[in-house]
């Protein structure tokens, strides 16, 4: 069975950090692009940033680092100087496509975990 569970989520507030986790099991990672995307309520799911192909949005790049560790099949998401706007649900997400090919767009992701929540807080 492929899975994938976050952690680290959590409320911080605005200017702190967190670190998010992957764990994958079922699929090794290292043959998939992956990434991390989120969704604030009422809003659509976005991209964060994505791995092995480093692609962050505007709102995070400098800020966030994603990383993957393939001998622990884990994939990471640093976030620091979190703002307000940062608070959302965080999802890992991981497609069958090679990383040069690797696509921006959620919705070419199949592969999803249950997400955790950030929320970030004057």
């Known amino acids: 069975q492929v899975q994938r569970v976050e952690s680290g989520g959590g409320s911080v507030q605005a200017g702190g950090s967190l670190r998010l986790s992957c764990a994958a099991s079922?699929?090794?990672?290292?043959?998939?692009?992956t990434g991390w995307f989120r969704q604030a309520p009422g809003k659509e799911r976005e991209r964060v940033a994505t791995?092995?192909?480093?692609n962050y949005a505007d709102s995070v790049r400098g800020r966030f680092t994603i990383s993957r560790d393939n001998a622990k099949n884990s994939l990471y998401l640093q976030m620091n100087s979190l703002r307000l706007d940062d608070s959302a649900m965080y999802y890992c997400?991981?497609?069958?496509?090679?990383?040069?090919?690797?696509?921006?767009?959620?919705?070419?992701?199949?592969?999803w975990g249950q997400g955790t929540q950030v929320t970030v807080d004057s």
């Open positions: 997400a991981a497609t069958f496509v090679a990383s040069h090919m690797q696509p921006l767009d959620y919705r070419y992701y199949n592969l």
């Open positions: 079922g699929n090794t990672l290292s043959t998939y692009s």
């Open positions: 791995y092995p192909t480093t």
